[in-house]
């Protein structure tokens, strides 16, 4: 028997969930319009552009951190009716009011009953958040919102969410600072849109910090160097959870690597060492041809003794001058 699949989360967050669909449904309608559509890509942060409306995945991304952690391929779909104002669908290839009036009827009832194959609808869902996105049969969902039906037959995958407990947004110290998601005290990410992101997240019950107020944290101006540097800020490359994720591990272990680094002098740069009877020949010898030439009543000479004196005063502080920095223990090529 095929069932209905009910919101199993609480009020509120059913509520922000539908709203956040609800917003989908309405950015798509940007899609295609003089200014419509350069908005949409500005706030998709997609410098390149698009042509249309984006893809519901694609839009949950930029406000879900570790959206796709818990992923688990390979689940197996099955068959069942869903409301479609929890889904996120995708307005690529017209509207709802584009349907010619004859082909409402039987389109409503082919959505409400024709399961298909996977190719024709198949809804992911994330049962912890009471949210879908739509895989296939994504223009069907503002279509059946459209005409207020309350079902869709469609196939669906269950996706895997962190829990609440597991997740700490952390609120910036001033405005230039970007707002941060972290997962199990280690994986960072960059909400970059904090806003929409924090009702959803403060709805499913994560709470919010700041860096001071979590122990055991490495340095946050190192962290945000570190997220500059790795450009989460911006949209990554992929998809992959990994390329928008700073793991405060790397973290720890470069500033214990920059902790231990000590300061060395020529004679102290162990298992080398310093090969004094060439150093103090030369420094001598220049000492010697210097007070030589120095004393000799000719100018060009003198300037030449006085050059040569000072090279050997060089050489003497360039002992106490010259530091190397490096680990405790140095590791030498074979």
């Known amino acids: 028997l095929v069932r209905t699949l009910q919101s199993e989360v609480s009020t509120q967050l059913e509520l922000t969930a539908a709203a956040l669909c609800d ?14 559509q350069p908005f ?3 706030w998709m942060d997609n410098p ?10 694609t839009f949950l991304k930029l406000v879900l951190p570790f959206m796709d952690w818990e992923d688990e391929p390979g689940r197996k779909a099955f068959q069942a009716f869903v409301d479609p104002k929890h889904v996120l669908g995708a307005s690529i290839k017209g509207l709802p009011e584009h349907v010619p009036d004859d082909q409402v ?11 298909g194959s996977l190719d024709h609808a198949c809804y992911i869902r994330y049962r912890a958040l009471g949210l879908y996105w739509a895989h296939e049969g994504k223009h069907r969902v503002a279509f059946m919102r459209a005409h207020e039906q309350t079902t869709i037959a ?6 895997n969410y962190p829990e609440p407990e597991r997740i700490v947004v952390i609120a910036p110290r001033d405005e230039r600072d970007e707002w941060l998601a972290m997962l199990d005290g280690q ?13 959803l997240l403060t709805d499913y019950g ?4 700041r860096w001071s107020e979590i122990p055991n944290l490495p340095n946050e101006q190192a962290v945000r160097e570190a997220i500059y540097a790795r450009r989460l800020h911006r949209q990554p490359r992929t998809l992959a959870e990994r390329d928008r994720t700073l793991d405060l591990e790397d973290i720890r272990k470069q500033q214990k690597s920059a902790s231990s680094l000590v300061d060395r002098g020529l004679h102290e740069l162990a298992p080398l060492r310093l090969i004094w009877r060439h150093y103090l020949y030369t420094a001598a010898g220049c000492i010697v041809a210097g007070l030589i030439l120095a004393s000799i009543p000719f100018d060009g000479l003198k300037s030449v003794g006085w050059m040569l004196l000072g090279t050997a005063f060089g050489l003497a502080l360039a002992l106490s001058l010259i530091r190397f920095r490096g680990p405790q223990q140095v590791e030498l090529d074979p």
């Open 40 to 42: 949409l890509d500005d």
């Open 154 to 159: 469609t196939w669906v995958r269950e996706a």
């Open 187 to 199: 994986y960072l990410q960059v909400l970059r849109r904090p806003r929409v992101s924090l009702r």
């Open 23 to 36: 917003l989908k449904v309405s950015l798509d309608r940007y899609a295609r319009e003089r200014m419509g």
């Open 48 to 57: 390149g552009g698009n042509t249309c409306a984006y893809h519901g995945h």
């Open 206 to 209: 994560v709470r919010t910090s």
């Open 105 to 115: 009827e039987e389109r409503i009832a082919g959505y409400r009953s024709h399961f």
